[in-house]
């Protein structure tokens, strides 16, 4: 008989963005007369630069003509994409990364929630909480948790997110072995300082555990302080694996293109404690499962490295973030804290009461669509998060109808 | 402590492919002067059909205006896409699939590789022997085997397709809970009959079992009576899955499309035996773990099912098949049993020797490359396969480097 990996029925049916929509739709059908504007999803709204768009046309019409065309990619992705990467993301930080440590994939979705695959059922793994929920819904698929109760999976960690330790969690007391953070965060839009960051780093050292580093809004990072990468923490490149999208950097949601670090210094080890070079594993795993991005895709992600790229995509970070300038302006002085919206594309708004309240409060009454913090976590309730992915004239329209209400 | 998945540890190095370029690379270096025709690696070497190239062009000009820009799409895959593929592929040959059972994704490798963790760790695996290694590894990492041992894995279930069964295997006498059947078959080029396959539909009704029907050759198939698909059995879509990709059928090994069907009426068991809808599941796998298929690519494929580019894809097809026919003629005319290269680009031959004893003559005499069918599996011993991949003119001269040979 063919019968269900079991893991699959604790999972907690979400039902965030389908409850969201469902909102939505009924409002829109009882006021069709109203424009609502969407706030919500983090998904952006902009064209891809033209160096990407110049970039796949090339690309295509090699896929055309026999000199040029090219048929299986190498699994971990194209020479010319992984040096450049290497050489412009990290080297030129100061990070000590090489080309063979990247490997290109066609999301950090897929990525992030794949390397769990890598270790033992029984390792003790901690989230966020509010928390990107690919990372816990595939710790329970592969049987790593107990059943949902409250709100929480039973065995696995939640590190508290909250106004009180600004959104940065507090070291555990406990032994953690696999240790999600995500900075700038989706969804609070917090950021990581450098001295904080060194000491999760720290920790993972003397726990020999592994820190998953999503880093997927790197690029709307400004101040020139914070860190982009956990491989700014010397040392990190033997304690972390770090995820990194061009989704946001550069507007491929549509495209899919995305890289994950895994340092030759990394480690692993067997149950006898000996330790393995974490990086032949993941090699392992992608040569099995997986058989390379799109030679275009490459070639537009080749592009965003061009100057004429770069200027490109900075032309596009300050644009969404000059949405997300408004948004916070306009909150913070109606008296709301706000966490984001400086460094990061998604502001969180301590909303001081609960998070559907305030979310049907925004759409009946301004016809804005925004997230629902509680959707995201217990520490989420009574937040908001607003997405400054939109164009800026609806984020000003949002923004002129939220401030008109009394909340 | 951070403690690896120790599956992994079992699996067998494989090292077929890199033997292979370490062997052609030696002989390379010993004879700069020679001209090694590769007729080993399944990829195909004609550039993409026109129609898809105009598809790609026009989808890429849409990403780059505001307008036209595509996001985030649907993880299952875009609408018009899975609606031509239900209405082509199998409402015109009789099989009763919906564009709702269609999940699009980046590559049949992925999909094979990926449906087993919808199952119970214990469940019976059975792959053919010579079998293609995703089968195998992916069930490794899972844990569903035992360690290697004189090339096989314990607790897998091998079923033997050699040519005393007309590389067709006989129906198992145990239970077997998940099976995995790939026609035309990847590496013999043995097709099956519609009353072969319906044994094993009826088997699976039986028994309660899952195939995994993997597909990826169908376009080859030129016989009328042959089924291009699983689901031409009555009672097939309630038992089983089926892989397709675009990869072989249109040229688009570096460009990555396939699909997965998961008909509604397939189903699963859980630990009660109670019955669930397989789809339900694999969608909430594919809507958690990825991002979707890159919208240009998914445009291209869309435009394999226009009448110019079916026009042109069977053009493609038919130049890698009378490639075959020359193969297989020759080495036939030579006293050599083959089977495929009729509906298949692949002609496994039998060699009445050491698999890897021929593949070095034929390299050394001949300055020809091609895979020892011992790297498939034990059945594959004394065999090697010949891929019909490559440019006409370099196949007849592969050729007729052979047959002036005394073999």
């Not at 997927?216 to 972390?240: N, T």
């Not at 537009?300 to 900075?314: F, I, L, R």
């Amino acid at each position: 008989m063919i019968s269900l990996n079991m893991n699959y029925q604790k999972l907690n049916a979400s039902y965030l963005f389908s409850e969201i929509a469902h909102r939505v739709n009924t409002y829109q059908h009882n006021h069709p007369d109203k424009k609502i504007i969407k706030l919500g999803i983090g998904d952006v709204t902009e064209p891809l630069p033209p160096a990407c768009i110049k970039a796949l046309h090339k690309a295509c019409d090699e896929m055309g003509s026999r000199d040029t065309f090219k048929g299986y990619g190498p699994e971990q992705g194209y020479s010319f994409l992984r040096e450049i990467i290497a050489e412009k993301d990290f080297k030129a930080r100061g990070a000590n990364i090489s080309p063979d440590d990247i490997f290109i994939s066609d999301g950090a979705k897929c990525d992030t929630g794949s390397f769990q695959e890598l270790f033992n059922p029984s390792i003790t793994v901690a989230v966020p909480d509010p928390v990107y929920p690919v990372y816990v819904d595939t710790n329970v698929m592969a049987g790593r948790t107990g059943l949902y109760n409250k709100g929480r999976y039973q065995n696995l960690v939640y590190l508290e997110c909250t106004s009180e330790n600004n959104f940065i969690p507090e070291l555990p007391k406990k032994q953690l072995d696999l240790i999600y953070l995500c900075y700038p965060n989706n969804p609070t839009g917090a950021t990581i300082t450098k001295a904080e960051l060194e000491q999760w780093v720290r920790y993972a050292e003397k726990q020999k555990s592994l820190i998953l580093f999503d880093a997927a809004y790197e690029a709307f990072i400004q101040d020139p302080d914070l860190p982009r990468s956990i491989y700014e923490i010397p040392g990190a490149e033997k304690v972390a694996v770090e995820f990194r999208s061009f989704s946001k950097t550069a507007g491929f949601t549509g495209l899919r293109c995305a890289y994950t670090v895994v340092p030759e210094g990394c480690l692993v080890y067997d149950h006898m404690e000996a330790p393995f070079t974490l990086r032949g594993f993941w090699n392992r795993r992608q040569t099995t499962r997986f058989n390379g991005v799109s030679y275009p895709v490459q070639c537009a992600a080749h592009a965003v490295y061009t100057d004429e790229g770069q200027e490109q995509v900075k032309l596009l970070i300050s644009y969404y973030l000059k949405n997300a300038a408004v948004i916070r302006e306009a909150l913070t002085s109606m008296g709301f804290d706000c966490t984001g919206g400086e460094n990061s594309p998604y502001i969180w708004v301590d909303t001081k009461r609960d998070s559907w309240e305030f979310f049907d409060l925004l759409l009946e009454k301004a016809a804005v669509a925004c997230t629902p913090g509680s959707g995201f976590g217990r520490c989420g309730e009574g937040f908001i998060r607003i997405s400054a992915f939109n164009q800026y004239e609806n984020v000003l329209e949002a923004i002129d109808r939220i401030t008109t209400l009394k909340l």
